[in-house]
């Protein structure tokens, strides 16, 4: 990333001494808030490091004229090399500046072993968890300094990312004293990406991993991913997609691992590697992959053994089995803590982790998909060995546009559960459409399971303080790939954002996070930053209007999950179409999973059992996915069930139309390329929107025979278009 090019663009960058001229100047630059000089396309991220305003750079320059940081480790000499870009390209220094103008402000930065004064003050590092850091504006002698410290090397990195976002985003740095501990010990990507590249669920270009020139050439891209990571506190990576490859098992592909590992490894980064359950069929040569065998068990000892031998830091090992026809223990008669302990006992010497997936459902099983996770994973409540922990989706279907929380979650006291979220937009309208998924997530993670008592949210199951879990994780989908931007679009970063410092702390607010990343990568003016931010906080609620209001979910294109297609039927499975979920007839629309149904409402704890499984009492936005609902239904507002999906699908299109229109309203505080990338991504996504619209109600007023309600324009194509449309090559799809 390159260091900072003014923001202000024409008003010269070069560090002076602030003298009143200059800061008329400034401030006049400011004022017109003039778009950089230097084109962006958002690959420098939220670390984009932009010369500060004027007044700012007066602030921040003196505080800041000293480093004092000695650099005696790989992660000590990234956080350095972090602070000197930081400071340079946000005070328009050269980084040699900064270490030498001495002057009244000195930042100290280090652990009590890597820096003598750190280790003679009285830091209150004793509470922090691992990694955690403190900032602190303190005297030190006869100065006033900036003291970011740490008990580990890693915490000294966060903490400088965590200055260098305070200066960002023009905070004060009066009486600093941040005290900032991880609630979760493993904050983790999973990349879905394969072997050969191609990226399931991608919507940002190729894999960021190039295999096939690894271990020899390292793309100097692998070290931003791991900045940016660290950044915001991500600490662990799964490198492959859950869908495994037995082959990265491999010496070949474990020196490619190994490779990148080494890349990681000073920003606090381990690397976890996906196993495919019958991969010593595979690759081993043996007859079975039965986990009671012997043979078998053996083989994945040595396996870890060999692993651990190349990458001595490894992380552990991700599995998906027996689900969606990977191969697992269920194929030889044994279950899912058969697996896991299996592979848990192969790297338990090493320190390795097992995170064994719960998103399983069987294709023989003809009861709700929505109940199998459950069915299956809670007996074995007790029965995983320590090193084993059960990720679990946030809901129980799969990643659509709004669940309501997993009943898992609470549902097994004795068995660490990590959370899984997608942030790349499988079910969201792939890249182009703008969804900030912050509140999504928060929305998740304020969820009462009321197990064992109220107050038992999903962010204290997952941060281990309801259960006294020893283990605690947070995983999400990797949005990350080839694209220049990253993201595949600008305002995906902030998902990528916001999931990083969420896993960090489960408790922050959704809309802070926003505000802190539209800072850092647009612009801090506080008109420009509110418009921006209250554009992404509503977009959320907007894609769920346009897509699956009320609860509706599972209704987009078979295979690719591109575009509405609520008619899908027939094919290999009931559970894969859309008929299945929405269940739509004569008499109404929507699953019925109450005590008349197939009962799923009775996984959750009896209160929430209680109101999800009453037709009164059960959140609005929950309707179709519990209920199986008249069509002359009495909503909340008044209007009969069809009329208000009518109207919901129609509000999520004007939302867009506003988000769109907002956008415009702020393309002079914007440089170029970013603004017209986004607001010809907002265009696709109006369009598409009412393309959501417009095939959904045509083909459900086929069930409803109902007209539209005044004022509402019908569908601008017939059903039979809808129908028609075919995406063979709908991305992220393989
Ligand atoms: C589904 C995706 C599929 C993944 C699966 C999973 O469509 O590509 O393999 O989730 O999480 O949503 O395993």
Redesign the pocket.
């Known amino acids: 990333m390159a260091p900072g090019h003014g923001l202000g663009g024409g008003c010269a960058p070069a560090f002076r001494a602030i003298s009143p001229l200059w800061l008329a100047f400034w401030a006049l630059c400011a004022a017109f808030a003039v778009q950089p000089a230097v084109a962006e396309d958002g690959y420098d991220l939220w670390l984009r490091y932009r010369s500060l305003p004027a007044e700012q750079r007066a602030i921040y320059a003196p505080a800041t004229a000293q480093l004092v940081m000695p650099a005696s480790s790989p992660t000590l000499a990234a956080a350095k090399s972090e602070l000197s870009r930081g400071l340079s390209g946000l005070l328009s220094q050269t980084p040699a500046n900064v270490e030498r103008v001495a002057a009244a402000g000195a930042v100290l930065v280090g652990t009590p072993q890597s820096n003598p004064q750190i280790s003679q003050l009285e830091l209150g590092l004793k509470g922090l968890s691992p990694q955690g850091y403190v900032i602190r504006q303190q005297r030190v002698g006869d100065h006033t300094s900036i003291v970011i410290a740490a008990n580990d090397d890693v915490g000294v990195l966060y903490g400088v990312f965590h200055f260098l976002r305070l200066l960002q985003t023009h905070q004060p740095l009066q009486n600093l004293a941040i005290s900032e501990s991880s609630r979760i010990q493993l904050r983790m990507l999973n990349h879905?990406d394969n072997l050969d590249r191609t990226v399931?669920?991608g919507y940002s270009g190729a894999s960021l991993w190039d295999w096939h020139k690894l271990p020899d050439y390292l793309d100097p891209r692998y070290t931003d991913y791991a900045r940016a990571n660290a950044s915001i506190g991500i600490n662990a990576t799964v490198l492959t997609n859950?869908?495994a490859n037995a082959l990265v098992l491999t010496p070949a592909y474990l020196h490619k691992a190994e490779a990148l590992a080494k890349v990681f490894r000073p920003y606090g980064i381990r690397v976890f590697l996906t196993a495919r359950f019958s991969a010593p069929v595979e690759i081993g040569g043996l007859k079975t992959a039965d986990p009671a065998d012997p043979a078998v068990q053996k083989w994945w000892r040595d396996k870890a053994a060999e692993i651990y031998k190349i990458i001595p830091d490894f992380g552990g090992l991700l599995v998906?089995a027996n689900?969606?026809g990977q191969p697992g223990p269920q194929d030889y008669g044994r279950n899912h803590a058969d697996g896991a302990n299996m592979l848990a006992d192969a790297v338990k010497p090493f320190g390795g982790t097992v995170i064994w997936?719960a998103?399983v459902y069987s294709h023989e099983q003809p009861d709700d998909r929505a109940k199998q996770a459950y069915d299956e994973f809670v007996p074995l409540d007790g029965k995983f060995r320590d090193n084993v922990l059960v990720q679990v989706?946030n809901g129980a279907i799969?990643?659509q546009p709004r669940e309501p929380f997993h009943p898992l979650f609470g549902a097994m006291p004795k068995t660490p559960l990590a959370m899984e979220f997608q942030i790349t937009k499988?079910y969201l309208g792939f890249a182009t459409h703008l969804v900030y998924l912050g509140s999504f997530w928060e929305e998740v993670l304020r969820a009462d399971t009321y197990r064992p008592r109220k107050g038992s949210t999903i962010a204290k199951i997952l941060d281990g303080s309801v259960h006294n879990y020893a283990r605690t994780a947070i995983a999400g989908v990797a949005n990350i790939g080839s694209d220049r931007n990253w993201s595949g679009s600008q305002f995906d970063q902030a998902n990528w954002y916001a999931f990083g410092r969420l896993a960090w702390n489960p408790t922050l607010s959704s809309k802070a996070l926003a505000e802190e990343w539209v800072r850092m990568t647009f612009f801090n003016d506080p008109k420009f930053v509110e418009r921006t931010v209250g554009m992404m906080m509503k977009s959320h609620e907007a894609v769920v209007d346009y897509m699956n209001p009320l609860g509706l979910h599972h209704v987009m294109g078979r295979g690719h999950?591109y575009g509405p297609a609520p008619w899908v039927e027939g094919g290999p499975r009931a559970d894969w179409t859309a008929v299945y979920f929405h269940r739509a007839d004569a008499k109404g629309i929507g699953f019925d999973r109450t005590k008349t149904g197939s009962n799923a409402v009775a996984q959750y704890a009896a209160p929430i059992a209680a109101e999800f499984g009453d037709l009164k009492r059960v959140p609005e936005q929950f309707l179709l996915w519990f209920h199986h609902v008249p069509w002359d239904y009495r909503t909340r507002s008044g209007r009969i069930l069809w009329d208000e999906l009518v109207y919901r699908y129609t509000r999520g299109v004007d939302t867009v139309r506003e988000m769109s229109q907002t956008w415009q309203g702020v393309a002079s505080q914007v440089d170029v390329e970013r603004h017209a990338e986004v607001a010809a991504f907002l265009k696709i996504q109006e369009n598409e929107a009412q393309w959501w619209r417009d095939a959904s109600i045509a083909y459900f007023q086929t069930f409803s025979k109902r007209p539209l309600p005044a004022g509402f324009a019908p569908p601008e194509h017939s059903l039979d278009y809808y129908k028609s449309l075919d995406f063979p090559y709908a991305p992220g799809h393989h």
């Open positions: 879905w399931e669920r859950v869908n998906k689900s969606e997936r998103f989706k799969d990643f499988e999950h």
